[in-house]
């Protein structure tokens, strides 16, 4: 069997990457997946720049840990600092094609975003520690002392 | 550019550390994916991020391509990114290879031989 989507303009070898069940079925496209894309399809699915990276932040009563994914940045590509309780996290990558090759389909996002998060919380500015692994930045923000959990004696009368 | 408050306090509830670690099903995320062509092969390039490369699964059942990455979260939670696509015939299924860095991984689909283009030499008689 064969099946090809060549009547488009992509050529006499036109590789049939198509959907069984894609919700923005395009003949035009020459490579689909299988899933069903509700995820992709809903409006918004392809997220403005504005709203990357997705972050995640937890409270380990000493300090805050921010989770940002930041797939295909490398170290050098990312700026974090903090300013006045303000964390701003930048980062810039190339998002041209790799060299010789022609882009079929691209979903992946913008190259460059920026994210400002205001903190509740009085963390110690010159102790913010930042490591990439695995396209995830994970940022550490010891709390002031003040800022901290602490128990209370109860005293009996 | 976006302007983000957070309020951490509220987010401890849900994620805090300190209740330990917790293990939960895996949460199946639709990785975004761009696809490159050249004469020789497609290229596909997914995002996952946070995703280990032992966790990384890529299968050819058929001409069905299924890629596969676990990112297993500090809290313990596990994202599964999967995505499955039609591969055409025209890929030379013993000759796939990937690689994965910085949360992205990238796999090479090799077209036959005889599925590149070739140039035909033209003889004057």
Known sequence: ?157 | MTVASTNPIASENKSTLAHGPAVNAPRTVLPRVDVYENTDELLLVADVPGATSESVNIRLDEARLTLSADYTRVDGSIVRYQRAFQVPETIDADQITAQLKDGVLQVHLRKLEKAKPRTIAVTAN
């Open chain 1, 1 to 157: 069997m064969l099946m090809r989507w060549n009547n488009h303009g992509f050529g006499g070898f036109a590789p049939g990457f198509w959907a069984v069940n894609d919700l923005q079925r395009d003949l035009g496209r020459l490579f689909q997946s299988f899933d069903d894309s509700r995820t992709f399809a809903a409006p918004g699915w392809q997220a403005a720049a504005g709203a990357e990276p997705k972050l995640k932040v937890s409270d380990t009563a000493d300090e805050l840990r921010v989770y940002a994914e930041v797939p295909g940045f490398r170290a050098e590509d990312i700026q974090v600092s903090f300013d006045d309780g303000v964390l701003e996290i930048r980062a810039q990558r190339s998002d041209a094609a790799p060299e010789g090759y022609v882009a079929q389909r691209r979903e992946r996002g913008s190259s460059s975003f920026s994210r400002r998060l205001t903190l509740q919380v009085r963390v110690d500015g010159e102790k913010i520690e930042a490591e990439l692994k695995n396209g995830i930045l994970e940022l550490r923000l010891p709390k002031q002392a003040e800022a901290r959990p602490r128990s209370i004696a109860v005293k009996a009368t």
